[in-house]
């Protein structure tokens, strides 16, 4: 059963190149690149979690919000040996009950959208005003 924990925002960079290159969230160019800086962008969250079970790191998430009207979601992962257990939704749980009055937005793919939906996420329907739009970082795709 993994522990969370909520109190430390800089995770090991290590253990984040090797969660995100389990989940194919890196690329081999750009973990060299950034292998030392992996968690700038979790130290400079407003909130994270993550899982551990003895000393891997199991799942992670973290969030940028303002607290009161919006929160957006990044960086929500599990190690695929331990995907199905509950982990993600547990992170995802955490990240939602620490600013529940805010509108949440998470990018996701095709195959994930399912498991958003149970948590009140919808897909925003096409020709809508709000839209969602990348400019993707050209180390991690």
């Known amino acids: 059963m993994p522990v969370y924990l909520d109190t430390e925002k800089a995770l090991p960079n290590e253990k984040l190149l090797e969660l995100f290159s389990a989940v194919g969230w890196t690329t081999e160019e750009g973990a060299a690149e950034h292998a030392q ?11 994270v979690v993550s899982a551990w079970d003895g000393d ?6 973290r969030v940028l919000s303002d607290g009161a009207v919006r929160s957006v979601l990044y960086d ?6 331990y995907q199905g257990q509950g982990i993600g939704s ?3 749980t ?6 529940p ?3 949440w937005i998470a990018e996701t793919t095709q195959n994930c959208i399912g498991f958003y939906e149970k948590f009140g996420f ?8 709000c839209v969602f739009m990348r400019r ?3 180390l991690f795709g």
């Open 94 to 99: 955490s990240c939602i009950q620490k600013y």
């Open 76 to 81: 929500l992962a599990v190690l695929p040996e």
């Open 136 to 138: 993707p970082c050209p």
């Open 90 to 92: 547990t992170l995802l």
């Open 122 to 129: 919808a897909l925003t329907a096409a020709g809508e005003v």
């Open 37 to 47: 800086h992996f968690n700038i962008p979790f130290c400079g969250s407003s909130y």
């Open 101 to 103: 009055n805010t509108e």
């Open 56 to 61: 891997t790191l199991v799942g992670c998430a």
